[in-house]
């Protein structure tokens, strides 16, 4: 084998259970206002990280807080607030040196209490993937007789741990004067990311939504403006190889995000500056010398071998549906006169299976729904729609599925005032692993010296270039003895040929 081998790494993926995370933020309401009715809430997590151990992780952030309402003398005003969180999860698997990605996750609110003090529930939903180094070292140069192989298999190995951001500014025009911005929601959705020598290319989609209000005369007005930029840069990440494949995530950073307004000939124009966050890992293709069998002239030889898992293959696969349903009112609520906006939407999978050559995903879309009742009372209440989806696929099995789920756009309308018809086109991002396992050489044992005197057979390896006298030589052995059991020996081996000595 000649030089010592490098440490092997290889990547084991893994998805952790779902975490359930509840906290209520509480934020006390200044005296002299006096909340009508709740509009909308917003939340969303940031500062997040989080500290592998022994088994057990430990996740860390903020949870900020946008609350818009309008209160008893009709007039819409907004709240702010953050809470720090810390929580805890456990899992056997979990190292010190592994990563795992959070970026994957859902927030759905309650609202408790309005009255003096504002009370929110969040119930946070984690579904965090873990990346895994096994490192695997192979001292091999006090062998000389191996039998080995190079296998050319696809393992994912991290290259480099991914964790940037970088700006992406997008403009709304409308002929509206807006007075005030009430709240501002985004999503990103990726279609394409790649690596090349500057770092990772990205390309998607920004969905973006405007609440704002305006004023004509002294009535105002609350409306909704909705848009889609194209996104394609280029995020300057240091360190990663030219074929490496990217298993990346991407998310906004609400925490950074800036609002400016201005009037340009006649228009509002409204400046936002988005942070989008690039967390995740690059994996990239190995070679890994596998030991297939094991002799030793020497000594006494005990090989350890492990079966070891790795991700040959990652699958990307984009499903694109609509989901659609319906909400009855109940008997003792009023009939609705108009749906204002259809607001915090969080779509959630529940569930993924493969049945009749498709991948099926399962899940949830809740929403908050504003409306005017036929008292032209302001209302809001949330909704829930199960949907299912499916997708054509030539798996017959994965080992590990990590899926991010977006609403494109959602349709809300009122049905005879008693029905709520929504339609929500979505789309879902699926990232499909695959595995293998391979046996490798974990360790080798010396034992004592060899006893030519202890069997009645014994297998060597010739080395390469070696002559029959030489290896006569080597195992002690006069060549007429060497050809009754090896007949068709060449006179100058090319190395590997097994000898068969019988003593």
Known sequence: MGETSASVKITYTKNLGKIHFGTTLSVPIDGNVNIKTILGVYTYLYDDKVECGSGKAILTGKVGLKVIYIDTDGISNTISDSQSISESFVDSSITPDSYINISNH???????????????SCDIVFAPVMYLNIGLKNDQN????????????????????????????????????ISKILCHDAYFAPTSSSVDSDGVLLEGKLYSKLIYETQDGDANTIKELQDVFNIKTQCSVSGLDD??????????????ESITTEIEDGNSVVTIVNNIKVCGVCVKNMSVEVVDDAF?????LELNKTNRDYVNQVLQEAINDKVNGEITLNNDETAIEEILSCMNILPEITNYYIKDDKMNFEGIITAHIN???ENKDYKHRQVELPFVVSGKTNLEKFDCVRADIHVEDCRVKAKRGTIIEMEFCIEILSKIYLKSSCEMIDNVTMGKATNFGMYDYQIFL??????MWDLCKRIKISPDELLKTNKDLPLIMTGGEKIVIKR
């Open 371 to 373: 409306y005017l009742d």
């Open 462 to 467: 010739a080395k390469p270039n070696e002559t």
């Open 243 to 256: 074929d490496c494949i990217p298993d990346l995530s991407f998310m906004l950073d609400r925490s950074k």
């Open 142 to 177: 006090m062998f000389a007789n191996m039998i080995t192989k190079k296998n050319e298999i696809q393992t994912n190995s991290i290259s480099n741990i991914v964790n940037s951001s970088f700006d992406y500014t997008c403009n709304f025009e409308t002929k509206d004067t």
């Open 296 to 300: 030793c002239t020497d000594c006494e």
């Open 106 to 120: 859902n927030i759905v609110n309650n609202i408790l209490s309005s009255d003096g003090t504002l009370k929110i």
